[in-house]
């Protein structure tokens, strides 16, 4: 055989091979964020209605707070106000199966779909709480809609997963102390961490720039060093151009409670960054004594 054919038989093949390659990637690619250790494609898929029903094993504090999470996220695309019950039928439910005993790490979870129901299982209820944000993902992208849209088949393809994290920590920061963000985006921005299973919020309360956490015997760090007069336009360190326009902004302790209790009920510890004695010129600004 000549160099010629052999060239073409290797070309024939590395096509075929690629669009073989192509069509399994297309029947088996679920898109989930982050990618399940284990998972299995089945046939078929499991349809949300109005008479579908979210079981619980067991009736507590904590599964029923992922129960209510799970209520409440299907209630906006859907229109459906889904009844919560411990026990009974799993005919079209989503069920919820909080066992103990089951191996794997705290926030390890199954989730398995098919035409009758949705099973999540787990030895935790961070762990259930994790499959719902998985089985969140199975639906069309319609499903995160904050309004009700009539009319969507809300199906979830059938398949197979077990998951848990690779690793305990799992976090981002944000620093609110060079450029203030409002409680809404604080929640929406723990909301998208809880999304993605990630459990550390990194919260970045204080700086040379500007101290954002009402301590009541201290007033004047929220009255003076929770705002500046201005912002320097482009980079501190080139430019003397100001814009002329007075920046800031504070969260109340009783903010700060409700940000917290919000993170709770996603599983996501709050990391407050409090820095002292660096970083403090805002602190002298207001308490120039203590310097």
């Given at each position: 055989?000549?160099?010629?054919?052999?060239?073409?038989?290797?070309?024939?093949?590395?096509?075929?091979?690629l669009l073989i390659g192509m069509n399994l990637f297309a029947n088996s690619f679920i898109n989930i964020i982050p990618q399940p250790q284990k998972l299995e494609q089945k046939s078929g898929n499991f349809q949300l209605n109005k008479n579908t029903k979210i079981i619980i094993s067991e009736n507590s504090r904590e599964m029923e707070s992922v129960a209510d999470f799970l209520q409440d996220k299907i209630i906006h695309p859907t229109g459906y106000k889904l009844?919560?019950?411990?026990?009974?039928?799993?005919e079209n439910s989503i069920?919820?199966?909080?066992?103990?005993?089951?191996?794997?790490?705290?926030?390890?979870?199954?989730?398995?779909?098919n035409a009758k129901r949705v099973t999540i299982a787990a030895n935790s209820t961070p762990g259930i709480f994790y499959g719902i944000q998985t089985l969140r993902q199975l639906f069309p992208p319609e499903f995160e809609s904050k309004q009700i849209l009539p009319g969507v088949e809300w199906k979830a393809q059938a398949v197979n997963i077990k998951d848990e994290p690779r690793f305990n920590y799992r976090g981002m920061h944000l620093d609110v102390g060079r450029h203030f963000f409002p409680v809404s985006f604080i929640k929406k921005y723990i909301d998208l961490l809880a999304m993605h299973k990630m459990n550390r919020f990194h919260w970045h309360l204080t700086e040379d720039q500007g101290w954002r956490i009402e301590i009541k015997k201290y007033p004047k760090l929220t009255r003076i060093s929770a705002f500046r007069d201005e912002t320097v336009v482009g980079h501190g360190g080139t430019s003397n151009v100001y814009d002329g326009q007075r920046y800031g902004g504070f969260y109340t302790q009783k903010e700060v409670k409700e940000i917290v209790k919000h993170a709770q009920k996603r599983h996501v510890t709050i990391i407050p960054e409090i820095e002292m004695p660096g970083h403090s010129q805002a602190v002298l600004a207001a308490y120039p004594e203590i310097g």
């Open positions: 055989m000549d160099t010629k054919n052999i060239k073409n038989i290797t070309k024939i093949f590395l096509v075929a091979s009844p919560i019950q411990e026990g009974g039928s799993t069920f919820l199966h909080l066992d103990e005993n089951m191996p794997g790490k705290t926030e390890a979870y199954k989730l398995d779909v």
